[in-house]
């Protein structure tokens, strides 16, 4: 019994002491491949590398990354805005002051508005853009504010103009911040025989427009980018056809053999 009892206490020790070899075969499956960490150092490298670049090549274009308390250079051709990155950034600050309806009432006709409103409105852009080399940049900017300004109050007619309502319960449905007075009197307006008839013309002349596009870059990028590669005007209408007709061989084909 004493020596049943003996074998049993060594086998125990000897299961719980054998070590075990599964850890060590994942390490060593862990370690075949000792290339694919410097690997993946390398592709992050490459990737550094190119954004270290692109940042030396733009770093001196005020257009892309102004210094700090410096304006974005607006830069134009052809009365296009070369570059798209600071249209829309352009674009986005023209329409948060087309917004401001107490610096530019809704209710004023653009012609007839305060010009020094105006003068504000637009010294509120030009603390960030700089299109003072552009000889019509200041007609320009004014320009797209007028239509901003225009769409901003017209999205508002839109969204609470439900015409179930009477024009009371419409003034009730009205948030806070919309100025009540100027509100009131574009919808009257809106209401107004005229304003319906205006309304379906403009409805009819909608549903009668095709959009064109040139891809994610606009006409004036596409130019300028052609225009530092060298490429002369045959070239770049043929650059210019490809992009508008992305999905259409055939006319691409047609207009490239006119």
């Known amino acids: ?17 054998t070590p075990d070899h599964s850890d060590h075969s994942t390490d060593e499956q862990e370690y075949d ?18 954004k270290k670049k692109t940042r030396e090549q733009n770093k001196d274009h005020p257009e892309y990354h102004p210094s700090q308390g410096q304006r974005f250079v607006i830069k134009f051709k052809n009365d296009q805005i070369v570059h798209d990155s600071v249209a829309k950034k352009l674009n986005k600050k023209c329409a948060m002051v087309a917004n401001d309806f107490k610096l ?13 409103n105006i003068d504000e409105a637009m010294a509120t ?13 200041y007609r320009r900017v004014n ?9 901003a109050y017209n999205s508002l007619l839109d969204k609470y103009n439900n015409k179930d309502l009477t024009v009371e319960e419409v003034m009730r449905t009205l948030p806070d911040y919309i ?10 307006e809106r209401r107004s025989p005229r304003g319906l008839e205006i309304s379906e013309i403009n409805k009819g002349n909608r549903a009668k427009q095709t959009s064109h596009s040139l891809g994610s870059k606009s006409l004036a990028q596409r130019n300028y980018e052609a225009e530092q590669k060298g490429l002369n005007d045959i070239e770049v209408w043929k650059l210019n056809i490809k992009a508008a007709y992305p999905k259409d061989e055939r006319v691409v084909r047609n207009l490239l053999y006119l």
């Open 143 to 151: 320009e797209r504010l007028n239509k901003l300004w225009r769409s």
């Open 1 to 17: 019994m004493y020596w049943v009892l003996l074998a049993f206490v060594i086998s125990v020790f000897m299961v719980v002491t």
């Open 179 to 188: 100025i009540k007075d100027q509100f009131l009197k574009k919808l009257m």
């Open 33 to 50: 491949h000792p290339d694919l960490h410097e690997m993946n150092m390398a592709r992050r490298d490459g990737e550094d590398q190119r």
């Open 104 to 116: 530019l009432p809704m209710d004023v006709p653009w012609i007839d508005q305060d010009q020094k």
């Open 125 to 137: 852009i030009q603390r960030e853009f700089d299109y003072s080399g552009s000889t019509f940049g």
